[in-house]
């Protein structure tokens, strides 16, 4: 099982005692299994000794002590304890229940397994033969108290270790030493069949999720330094991007009054001076009410598609650059061209459809800064425990920042629309100020490692800028990420879904003030209810993703009942309460899944292990999967004025939300059936450990 502790070719340095160092006790233990394995070949006897040694053996004398429960920040440590040419040992630990030691092989050697803490479970594979990569899974053992588990070279050779509770501990004794073997990681590539026959792959694999842990040097070592930090990182990337969305809330907000000021005779298209006379001799307006509903549509387009585009750049820049710089720059910019878009005309009376479709793209360039840079300084503090949890609360930004932006209209809409655009760019250019000031991308106590070993190596000088903060492996490209597994399945469902998603976020005010004929600040604070929903989707989903260990079921049962709600608000009345309430939950069956698959996925297929412990893939991935969907909701925006100007009406526009809705949940289809039948499995094998009896605490088990 020390895979880690092996071949120099393995990423994880470990630190190893000799047989002076050790307690005698662990002297003794060392000394007999040595005498038990004089030749590289275990004949079952020895191995009923070795196991007898292991069963006898008192870890509480061995001089090791593990980490204090709930104490580790890492999903693993190792440490090795003793090797020479015939044995091997070492001790290896779990943070958290379901914390997984990979598939991984021992070429012609034994391994015995005890647990020190809590309850594991050993899933292995038996070789069929040497000439192809085609094993039999062999039954699943559940390991505790003084249970043994044995592998070896004809059987259960290639496994992987799971933690069935918080903070499991397991003593790995491997006959003979590594010498000069190498041990191979796989993954599971097809199978298993009816014959429970399974085909597979290997995989290489980098443990940036395990250290070595010296247990002589006491608790400390593991503890958790970094929660405050943590928490005012949370706090600061959770705001500074919920201000991205407020000021991008602006328009959707003052599209009535931006319509009627343009549709009236005291606005009228710029021709450098030259008045547009009708045949009466008074002006004309900058915009016919049909053609203002459709430019207005053409720049929610306009600002998606160059969202869009930018997405993919600057997530490949903020795996190449401090994302501080990149996100700092996007709130910065986005301030100044959000004031000259909507602020500037009216002041000048200077009204251009070049100049506004010129300046609302800009405003999409430099919004697009922030997604992905924030998503990767959140993986660079946060690990995969409750991921589901804590990326579902912090992607609830989004619609959190929706809110608050509607908030800021409605206060200073009474003022004239022009004030809404400058309030909400001057509180975005405050907070990337802050957020420039204070923000720090990585922690700055995390271990420092080698580039050797593919690693995060901290930088420690004042001028951080100057050096990549992580600078050890090569960043990804964009058809490298794009081909990784499950990533293209994902953007192509999160295409449909922020089609449906975003013209809600463009269109939903209009709609109410437009169809209800309500008062513009109220459709605003009314059109909240749709981010509360959004919000209790983000965190309750993420909740139950975690609980179940998988993502797509949650996502796709939320997807098809916002079908049927869909179908239910095409045809609501206006009344303000029902209203309400059905925004609630279309909020929470649409926006809820977009932020999950944006924030919570967007990490897990930037981490995945294909990636080799690749930490410059997250941003890249990130815009990917927002830049994808942000393309699908450039289209959405032209559509729907279309739609919506037709004779269907908005009628038309919510089943059109349907069919997109349902082609959403279409692409992730086979990711669907894969997990539930996972579940199964895993449901399975859980009942079964529940109705079978407990092992033998003194006999041994084969694997």
Same mark, same amino acid.
């Given at each position: 099982?020390?895979?880690?502790?092996?071949?120099?070719?393995?990423?994880?340095?470990?630190?190893?005692?000799?047989?002076?160092?050790?307690?005698?006790?662990?002297?003794?233990?060392?000394?007999?299994?040595?005498?038990?394995?004089?030749?590289?070949?275990?004949?079952?006897?020895?191995?009923?000794?070795?196991?007898?040694?292991?069963?006898?053996?008192?870890?509480?004398?061995?001089?090791?002590?593990?980490?204090?429960?709930?104490?580790?920040?890492?999903?693993?440590?190792?440490?090795?304890?003793?090797?020479?040419?015939?044995?091997?040992?070492?001790?290896?630990?779990?943070?958290?229940?379901?914390?997984?030691?990979?598939?991984?092989?021992?070429?012609?050697? #034994?391994?015995?397994?005890?647990?020190?803490?809590?309850?594991?479970?050993?899933?292995? =594979?038996?070789?069929?033969?040497?000439?192809?990569?085609?094993?039999?899974?062999?039954?699943?053992?559940?390991?505790?108290?003084?249970?043994?588990?044995?592998?070896?070279?004809?059987?259960?050779?290639?496994?992987?270790?799971?933690?069935?509770?918080?903070?499991?501990?397991?003593?790995?004794?491997?006959?003979?030493?590594?010498?000069?073997?190498?041990?191979?990681? =796989?993954?599971?590539?097809?199978?298993?069949?009816?014959?429970?026959?399974?085909?597979?792959?290997?995989?290489?694999?980098?443990?940036?999720?395990?250290?070595?842990?010296?247990?002589?040097?006491?608790?400390?070592?593991?503890?958790?330094?970094?929660? =405050?930090?943590?928490?005012?990182?949370?706090?600061?990337?959770?705001?500074? /991007?919920?201000? #991205?969305?407020?000021?991008?809330?602006?328009?959707?907000?003052?599209?009535?009054?931006?319509?009627?000021? *343009?549709?009236?005779?005291?606005?009228?298209?710029?021709?450098?001076?030259?008045?547009?006379?009708?045949?009466?001799?008074?002006?004309?307006?900058?915009?016919?009410?049909?053609?203002?509903?459709?430019?207005?549509?053409?720049?929610?387009?306009?600002?998606?598609?160059?969202?869009?585009?930018? &997405?993919?750049?600057?997530?490949?820049?903020?795996?190449?650059?401090?994302?501080?710089?990149?996100?700092?720059?996007?709130?910065?910019?986005?301030?100044?061209?959000?004031?000259?878009?909507?602020?500037?005309?009216?002041?000048?009376?200077? #009204?251009?459809?070049?100049?506004?479709?010129?300046? =609302?793209?800009?405003?999409?360039?430099?919004?697009?800064?922030?997604?992905?840079?924030?998503?990767?300084?959140?993986?660079?503090?946060?690990?995969?425990?409750?991921?589901?949890?804590?990326?579902?609360? *912090?992607?609830?930004?989004?619609?959190?920042?929706?809110?608050?932006?509607?908030?800021?209209?409605?206060?200073?809409?009474?003022?004239?629309?022009?004030?809404?655009?400058?309030?909400?760019?001057?509180?975005?250019?405050?907070?990337?100020?802050?957020?420039?000031?204070?923000?720090?991308?990585?922690?700055?106590?995390?271990?420092?490692?080698?580039?050797?070993?593919?690693?995060?190596?901290?930088?420690?000088?004042?001028?951080?800028?100057?050096?990549?903060?992580?600078?050890?492996?090569?960043?990804?490209?964009?058809?490298?990420?794009?081909?990784?597994?499950?990533?293209?399945? /994902?953007?192509?469902?999160?295409?449909?879904?922020?089609?449906?998603?975003?013209?809600?976020?463009?269109?939903?005010?209009?709609?109410?003030?437009?169809?209800?004929? *309500?008062?513009?600040?109220?459709?605003?604070?009314?059109?909240?209810?749709?981010?509360?929903?959004?919000?209790?989707?983000?965190?309750?989903?993420?909740?139950?993703?975690?609980?179940?260990?998988?993502?797509?079921?949650?996502?796709?049962?939320?997807?098809?009942?916002?079908?049927?709600?869909?179908?239910? #608000?095409?045809?609501?009345?206006?009344?303000?309460?029902?209203?309400?309430?059905?925004?609630?939950?279309?909020?929470?069956?649409?926006?809820?899944?977009?932020?999950?698959?944006?924030?919570?996925?967007?990490?897990?297929?930037?981490?995945?292990?294909? &990636?080799?412990?690749?930490?410059?893939?997250?941003?890249?991935?990130?815009?990917?999967?927002?830049?994808?969907?942000?393309?699908?909701?450039?289209?959405?925006?032209?559509?729907?004025?279309?739609?919506?100007?037709?004779?269907?009406?908005?009628?038309?526009?919510?089943?059109?939300?349907?069919?997109?809705?349902?082609?959403?949940?279409?692409?992730?289809?086979?990711?669907?059936?894969?997990?539930?039948?996972?579940?199964?499995?895993?449901?399975?094998?859980?009942?079964?450990?529940?109705?079978?009896?407990?092992?033998?605490?003194?006999?041994?088990?084969?694997?």
């Amino acid at each position: 099982m020390d895979c880690a502790a092996g071949p120099s070719h393995l990423t994880v340095p470990s630190i190893s005692r000799s047989k002076e160092e050790s307690p005698e006790m662990l002297r003794q233990f060392i000394r007999r299994c040595s005498e038990l394995c004089p030749t590289h070949h275990i004949s079952n006897d020895t191995q009923q000794k070795l196991i007898a040694e292991l069963q006898k053996l008192d870890f509480s004398k061995i001089g090791f002590r593990l980490p204090k429960k709930g104490t580790m920040r890492v999903p693993m440590f190792s440490s090795d304890v003793f090797e020479n040419d015939r044995i091997h040992c070492s001790i290896f630990g779990f943070r958290r229940m379901d914390d997984v030691l990979p598939l991984h092989d021992h070429p012609d050697m #034994y391994g015995f397994i005890r647990v020190i803490r809590g309850q594991i479970q050993v899933d292995s =594979y038996s070789w069929l033969n040497d000439e192809s990569l085609e094993a039999r899974a062999e039954a699943p053992v559940v390991l505790s108290d003084q249970n043994v588990a044995v592998v070896g070279p004809s059987r259960g050779n290639v496994h992987r270790i799971t933690a069935l509770t918080d903070d499991a501990a397991f003593f790995d004794l491997l006959v003979p030493g590594y010498i000069d073997r190498i041990c191979e990681y =796989y993954r599971v590539a097809e199978g298993p069949d009816s014959r429970g026959v399974c085909l597979l792959e290997p995989m290489h694999m980098n443990y940036n999720f395990m250290v070595a842990y010296p247990g002589n040097k006491g608790d400390c070592l593991m503890a958790d330094r970094n929660g =405050y930090r943590k928490a005012f990182v949370f706090a600061l990337t959770f705001f500074s /991007y919920g201000l #991205y969305h407020a000021s991008r809330k602006t328009l959707s907000g003052v599209k009535k009054s931006m319509m009627d000021e *343009w549709t009236s005779n005291e606005t009228h298209k710029f021709h450098f001076g030259d008045d547009v006379h009708d045949g009466n001799g008074t002006l004309e307006p900058f915009f016919p009410t049909d053609d203002a509903n459709t430019f207005l549509g053409l720049l929610d387009s306009i600002f998606m598609g160059a969202y869009a585009a930018a &997405l993919f750049v600057w997530g490949c820049l903020g795996d190449r650059y401090n994302p501080r710089n990149v996100v700092t720059i996007g709130m910065v910019f986005s301030a100044i061209t959000l004031t000259a878009f909507g602020a500037i005309p009216h002041f000048t009376h200077f #009204y251009s459809v070049s100049y506004y479709i010129l300046t =609302y793209l800009l405003f999409g360039v430099f919004q697009a800064c922030g997604w992905p840079s924030e998503v990767a300084i959140m993986a660079n503090w946060f690990g995969k425990a409750n991921r589901g949890f804590v990326m579902g609360f *912090w992607s609830s930004c989004q619609p959190i920042g929706n809110i608050f932006g509607s908030l800021v209209i409605s206060l200073t809409l009474r003022f004239g629309y022009q004030y809404t655009f400058v309030t909400n760019s001057l509180i975005v250019l405050l907070g990337g100020v802050v957020f420039f000031a204070l923000i720090q991308p990585t922690p700055k106590d995390s271990s420092e490692r080698s580039s050797e070993e593919g690693e995060v190596e901290e930088n420690f000088s004042d001028d951080e800028d100057d050096v990549p903060l992580v600078h050890t492996s090569e960043p990804v490209g964009i058809w490298e990420a794009l081909l990784l597994p499950n990533v293209l399945p /994902y953007c192509l469902c999160n295409a449909c879904l922020k089609f449906v998603n975003y013209a809600f976020f463009f269109w939903l005010p209009f709609y109410l003030a437009k169809n209800f004929g *309500w008062d513009e600040s109220e459709a605003n604070r009314l059109s909240t209810w749709y981010d509360v929903g959004g919000i209790a989707g983000s965190i309750i989903g993420g909740i139950v993703s975690d609980r179940i260990g998988h993502r797509s079921p949650v996502i796709v049962t939320m997807l098809i009942t916002s079908l049927f709600t869909l179908f239910i #608000y095409s045809g609501l009345g206006d009344d303000k309460l029902v209203n309400s309430l059905v925004m609630v939950v279309l909020g929470f069956t649409i926006s809820g899944p977009y932020n999950l698959i944006v924030g919570t996925i967007s990490i897990d297929l930037g981490s995945q292990p294909e &990636l080799n412990g690749n930490q410059q893939a997250m941003s890249t991935v990130s815009g990917i999967i927002d830049g994808t969907g942000s393309a699908g909701s450039a289209i959405g925006q032209l559509v729907v004025p279309i739609v919506q100007n037709s004779r269907v009406g908005w009628s038309g526009v919510f089943y059109l939300f349907i069919v997109m809705n349902a082609l959403s949940v279409f692409c992730l289809a086979r990711r669907f059936f894969l997990d539930v039948t996972l579940m199964k499995r895993a449901w399975q094998q859980r009942h079964d450990r529940e109705t079978e009896p407990l092992l033998s605490p003194a006999g041994p088990t084969g694997v």
